[in-house]
């Protein structure tokens, strides 16, 4: 079975075969992608890496979590499913209500002010 990890703080020359190649030596990859802005075409500075194995995976993070690749230390750990990244909750309409209190907005302004 694959094991997902997630790449971070990347220097943005890194190429999905660069990323590849520096994982290699920990076991067989899968896949490598670099993650690129659509509209721009330039690297995000971080990507995701498929490990044959979640053996593979375990050297990896240990061997490259923390390395310097392009004057960055990288950050290298199992990737985590959407749902558990913590992600803000997208807010129904009931979690966004008017202030009940009466007197807002009716200070007196500083200076004097707030007289009508």
Do not use: W
């Amino acid at each position: 079975m694959t094991s997902k990890i997630y790449v971070g703080n990347l220097p943005y020359s890194v190429t999905d075969e660069t990323l590849k190649s520096n994982f290699c030596e920990f076991g067989e990859v899968a896949s490598a992608k670099v993650l690129m802005d659509q509209e721009t075409g330039h690297s995000k500075g971080f990507g995701f890496v498929q490990m044959a194995s979640a053996e593979c995976a375990q050297a990896a993070i240990k061997g490259l979590n923390g390395l310097s690749v392009g004057g960055r230390a990288i950050v290298v750990n199992l990737a985590r499913p959407r749902d558990d990244r913590g992600a803000a909750k997208l807010a129904g309409p009931s979690e966004f209500r008017a202030s009940k209190r009466q007197d807002v907005g009716y200070g007196n302004g500083g200076f004097g002010g707030g007289r009508y």
